[in-house]
């Protein structure tokens, strides 16, 4: 049976993957079948925290040899890669006890916190995910789709938001996956400031345990494990692999770990990422678009630099902001004609209509030639030297007022241009969804599998 929690947070506290770990406290005697699935979605979804994140497990009777994923209450929390399927009066005892947790453990003093629980026999299709996580997903149509699913059970409170996440998670396919291990902090110390967390252990095991990443920056100085907020989080560690976290949360010095739990997670796979087309993307979607350079970039108050890029559909700006502090260098030192693919997320323009995309990528695949020039150009009309009107601006006729581009000017070619490859924010930057790098070949984000391919949960790679 899966389970699937989300929105049970504020921005003033709480945490829906430590309702998660209730949860499991509550149900011990059924067994977890798979990893517990930590799933980020669409970052530009409005009202969302923090990470936009939803929590899902599934239970049964584990059947194999289990695996160790966490500890609660100062017992081993295991898992198995398969199990037998659970009684209609086991189902109703897991979905009391998941009903009971959200009621306690949700935020309910915010107005802003729209709690739900979704329960499942069988795993949702991934269109539902791969919709959730690169969209604007109307809570609606979620209920009006779950409603047509025999042995869905559903329980939303509020505006029925968290419904989104609460099944999204459920059909994740989870064939692009990392793993992230959250250590939580004892309840009495979730008000204090985390000063006990050892920068310098951080950096030794980033160094250390090469699968591991976004745990610290080195551009900006920042620790990445620990959330800055009143939270019951300690520290989270990310990797590519799960097999040594566990030894990692060991070599980190900090205050006690009151519980811990591994789970498979979305983060750092760049699903949130879908081809698209400038005159088609809708405010709130993610993406990439490929195309050229249309204009010199221009720099805006606070170390911001736009530029606009022409794609088939047509011309979008894109803005580098200061706070990636690796995009604005790269995109001061783009020119007219570069083929360019960029990444980011669709809204509107400030104070206009239309789209701007803010950069979270930038893959400079082809540049122009550098050239210097020579001279003005001379004026086709009267014979005599035009004027400048600016950089980029082109030219002008002093006699007959005649108006000529930038590009009529002669030059000559001076050498290559080494701005070539593709270029990340710093890590305190990223998206949780953002990939921490890309191999030199294949760098387009991953595909939504074909309709009715069959989804692998259950399985120990999960």
Known sequence: MWIGFDDTDSPRGGCTTWVLTEFLREARGYDVLGW???????????????????LGVRLGHGRGTPWTIGEIAGEPVTAYSRGSPLTPREEEEIWETGLRVLHRESRWED???????????????????????????????????LAGV?????????????????????????????????????????????REVDPGSVREVARRFPETFHSYDPLTRRLLVTPHTPCPILLGLRARSPRRLPQVLREIRSEPVDRWLL????????????????????????????????????????????????DRGGIIPCVAFEATKTLPPVVRGLRVGDRVRVWGSFGSRPGGEGLSL?????????TVPRTHKIAN???????????????????????????????SAPSREVGPRVLRGTYDPTPSARRHLAPPSLPAKGTGPARSPRPGRKDDVGTRGL
Request: charged share 25%.
């Open 150 to 194: 025999p042995s869905a059970r559903v329980a939303a409170y509020r505006s029925g938001q968290g419904v989104v996440g609460a099944s999204a998670v459920l059909s994740w396919p989870a064939r692009r996956r990392t793993w992230e291990l959250l250590a939580y902090r004892a309840p009495a110390r979730w008000s204090e400031p985390r």
């Open 263 to 310: 789970f498979a997670t979305n983060q750092g796979t760049g699903d949130h990422w879908a081809p698209r087309v400038s005159t088609q993307a809708l405010p709130g979607d993610a993406g990439w678009l490929h195309g050229w350079v249309a204009s010199e970039p221009v720099s805006r108050p606070g170390g911001h630099v736009v530029l606009e890029v022409q």
């Open 358 to 366: 803010r950069l979270e990528r930038i893959q400079v695949i082809r």
């Open 377 to 407: 150009p001379v004026c086709r009309e009267c014979g005599h030297r035009m004027g400048s009107l600016g950089r980029g601006k082109g030219f002008r006729c002093p006699i007959c007022r005649r108006r000529e581009p930038p590009e």
């Open 111 to 145: 107005p802003r916190t729209d709690p739900a629980l979704v329960a499942c026999r069988t795993s949702l299709p991934p269109d539902l995910y791969w919709r959730a996580v690169r969209e604007i997903v109307d809570p609606h149509a979620v209920w009006e789709f």
């Open 36 to 54: 517990p699935r930590l799933v980020r979605l669409n970052p530009n979804a409005p009202g969302k925290t923090r990470g936009n994140g939803a």
